[in-house]
């Protein structure tokens, strides 16, 4: 299977450069099937019913983007965030050549030291961390929030790249599926009669890095790290026994939900890393439905909708929304997928 049948031509006017003043207000796609419905985000709770499972991914995202200097040179490096543990960080690194092994950076007035310890593939470095204090505290004093290379305007308030029910820190970018929902949402939702349950994705490499390759099947996914609680697996097991539908926010909670049940077989408290790649001839083992944005072409995230939806539908979704002119990516309107076996 090929890259390219994942592409499409996506006018640049479409990029979504700020939310919309409402987060609810955002457009959504109903796709069953090759049946196309445009609505808005706060109908989203005519499609759930009571007994429905909503998975929402509850990461937070940190201000994971760094400048820092080279003291010996004075050369600027950009660090990208993407792993921080016990002083080690793994990072993507801007301009990687100028970072070689021992190389020490140093951040604001020196509230940071780096020093690379290890040199991975496409930018990737690994670094000993040298710092007072807690991390996230020194990060939010002088890191920036690392929003995508496609948006050019300035986020006003921080929180607006930040769900209304994010709470563990440690993404470096946001599970933007979630980003339309509102506390007024969810509360109509428990309402009605849908659990909302969390897990964690802390969202890394792995959901943003390009396809480089023309056959997806050597295309190497990223890891990123994810948790699920006892009391999310109960609910999950429960649902599945009584075959009431688990509908995942974002691709983010999908992956999550797969990687476990490819795992273990069912759901359970863990703690790990995943590498899952989702495309079409997958078979999915948790997922009934999926509440996503639109996504980059020839991304994994294409590939994973695809998988779900169909890749002929999707495609034939996409057109629709280009049409009508839909806000696309991050900041961009949403998508409400049924799976293939639930439409027919």
């Known amino acids: 299977m090929k890259v390219n049948d994942f592409d499409f031509d996506l006018p640049e006017s479409l990029i979504a450069q700020t939310p919309v003043d409402n987060r609810s207000e955002s457009r959504l796609l109903v796709v069953d099937g090759m049946e196309c419905t445009d609505r808005h985000f706060y109908d989203i709770v005519e499609y759930l019913h009571e007994g429905d499972v909503l998975v929402v991914n509850d990461t937070r995202v940190i201000s994971a983007r ?77 890191g920036q929030m690392p929003l995508p290379p496609y948006i050019h305007e300035r986020l006003e308030d921080k929180e607006r790249y930040q769900t209304v029910y994010s709470k563990i820190s440690g993404s470096a970018a946001a599970p933007t599926a979630g980003l ?21 994705l802390h969202v890394g490499l792995g959901t943003f890095r390009p396809v480089k390759v023309d056959d997806i099947n050597d295309h190497i996914m990223h890891s990123e790290h994810y948790m699920m609680s006892e009391k999310t697996a109960t609910i999950l097991n429960q649902a599945k026994a009584e075959g009431r539908r688990i509908i995942a926010v974002g691709t983010t909670s999908v992956r999550t939900l797969e990687t476990i049940m490819q795992e273990h077989g069912s ?41 779900f939806a169909g890749s002929e539908e999707i495609m034939h979704a996409y057109q629709h929304a280009i049409q009508n002119k839909y806000r696309f990516f991050s900041f961009g309107d949403s998508m409400f997928l049924k799976s293939k076996k639930e439409i027919l």
Do not use: W
Request: aromatic letters at 10%.
């Open 180 to 200: 339309h929902f509102t506390q007024e949402i969810l509360e109509t939702l428990r309402n009605k009669g849908v659990t909302i349950v969390p897990v964690t």
């Open 267 to 307: 759901f359970c408290e863990t703690e790990s890393d995943s590498k899952i790649f989702i495309y079409p001839g997958y078979k999915f083992l948790a997922v009934d439905a999926i509440i996503t944005n639109f996504h980059l072409p020839k991304s994994t995230l294409v590939m994973l909708v695809s998988a």
């Open 66 to 142: 760094l400048f820092g200097v080279k003291p010996e040179t004075g050369a600027h490096v950009e660090l990208l965030v993407l792993k921080f543990q016990d002083k080690h960080a793994e990072c993507l690194v801007g301009n990687a050549r100028v970072v070689k092994l021992g190389t020490e950076l140093i951040f604001g007035d020196g509230q940071l030291k780096a020093v690379c310890t290890e040199i991975g593939e496409e930018g990737i470095r690994f670094f000993d961390l040298f710092y007072d204090g807690i991390f996230l505290e020194v990060l939010d004093e002088l």
